[in-house]
């Protein structure tokens, strides 16, 4: 059974620090880009950050370039995402992705986990 459980959000007051986890287990963690998405109540969810499988390569969203890192951790299957400098625009639930576009392809999403920034 596939599952990506995602934790760490929670409540922080603005310029604060939070490390979003993504523990996966059910896949072949080492093969799948990794991917941190956010959500807001009536907007596309958008991409954060991704990152390769073996962790060579990153990218991030404009809004959160030299705040937020990306990582991974192929022995433990879990992908991280530090987010320093937060801002009250970051608050949204944030998910985790996972995806191969191999054979057989996959995209597993987790539940979710909610990031509040306010004072």
């Known amino acids: 059974q596939v599952q990506l459980v995602e934790s760490g959000g929670g409540l922080v007051q603005p310029g604060g620090s939070l490390q979003l986890s993504c523990a996966a287990s059910?896949?072949?963690?080492?093969?799948?880009?990794m991917s941190w998405y956010r959500q807001t109540p009536g907007k596309e969810r958008e991409l954060v950050a991704a990152?390769?499988?073996?962790?060579?390569?990153?990218n991030y969203g404009d809004s959160v370039k030299d705040r937020f890192t990306i990582s991974r951790d192929n022995a433990k299957s879990t992908v991280y995402l530090q987010m320093n400098n937060l801002k009250p625009e970051d608050t949204a639930v944030y998910f985790c992705?996972?995806?191969?576009?191999?054979?057989?392809?996959?995209?597993?999403w987790g539940q979710g986990t909610q990031v509040t920034v306010s004072s």
């Open positions: 992705n996972a995806f191969w576009q191999g054979f057989p392809a996959f995209n597993y």
């Open positions: 059910g896949f072949t963690f080492s093969i799948a880009r």
């Open positions: 990152i390769t499988n073996g962790g060579g390569s990153t």
